[in-house]
Nanobody, 115 residues
Framework: QVQLVESGGGLVQPGGSLRLSCAAS???????????MGWYRQAPGKERELVAR???????NYGDSVKGRFTISRDNVKKAVYLQMNSLKPEDTAVYYC??????WGQGTQVTVSS
């Protein structure tokens, strides 16, 4: 069974940065490496939305609201995916979820951007 554990969330002031990490277990490095990984977020009262995705080949795509500020990366050896978030805004406040092949999800990590 695939398990995903996110970490790195917290409270940050507007304009600040955070780096989220997601560690996968229950799958081999080969299987991890050939699947797309993604970060999604859900704010109170809103639908879950795409933040960023990264394919097996390293191709990335981002939600319009985070382009130029967030960067997704992956380490297939460590079976991990990361989200570097810069220039954070209050509207980035949400629970951030890591997704494996758009099938398995972590429990989420809270990101709060507030002064």
């Amino acid at each position: 069974q695939v398990q995903l554990v996110e970490s790195g969330g917290g409270l940050v002031q507007p304009g600040g940065s955070l780096r989220l990490s997601c560690a996968a277990s229950g799958i081999s490095t080969i299987i991890f490496s050939i699947r797309t990984m993604g970060w999604y977020r859900q704010a109170p009262g809103k639908e879950r939305e795409l933040v960023a995705r990264i394919t097996t080949g390293g191709n990335t795509n981002y939600g319009d609201s985070v382009k130029g500020r967030f960067t997704i990366s992956r380490d297939n050896v460590k079976k991990a995916v990361y989200l570097q978030m810069n220039s954070l805004k209050p509207e980035d406040t949400a629970v951030y979820y890591c997704g494996f092949a758009d099938t398995y999800w972590g429990q989420g990590t809270q990101v709060t951007v507030s002064s």
